[in-house]
């Protein structure tokens, strides 16, 4: 009976672990690349990635599914908005998939995006970079 009793109390700590908000900044920064994630609790996000002094950006709206994924679905853009934002390139992947490891820290495929206090990739095609 105490292991069962001690194997429900490990399962509630993981549960609760990864149900801790996700909500703030996230970001990987390399040499080469650079991906910056904002994570609002209205269940918006601002999701930009920068590669060779390229610089992509996407806005929307982000879910997380039974599995722990996140997802991040970027609100389509006319034609009139890319031109008038066209500082930030429109990216083209509409749709992100992201593990949820723990409230500090997601993945993308194999990278690993850690929660900070302030990303120097976060840009918003609407409004600018953000500080």
Do not use: P
Request: glycine content about 4%.
């Amino acid at each position: 009976m105490k292991k069962y009793l001690m194997i429900f109390i490990l399962i509630l700590v993981f549960m609760s672990a990864k149900s801790q908000d996700i909500f703030g900044l996230y970001s990987i920064k390399t040499k080469y690349f650079c991906y910056g994630l904002q994570l609002n609790q209205d269940s918006t996000f601002i999701f930009t990635e920068r590669f060779k002094g390229d610089l992509v950006a996407c806005e929307g709206k982000w879910k997380i599914n039974d599995n722990w994924l996140l997802i991040l679905e970027c609100e389509e853009e006319t034609i009139t908005s890319r031109i008038a934002f066209n500082t930030v390139n429109y990216m083209c992947e509409r749709i992100w998939d992201l593990e949820v490891v723990n409230h500090k820290e997601l993945r993308l495929g194999t990278l690993s995006l850690k929660k900070v206090k302030k990303c120097d990739c976060l840009y918003s095609r609407k409004r600018g970079k953000l500080e």
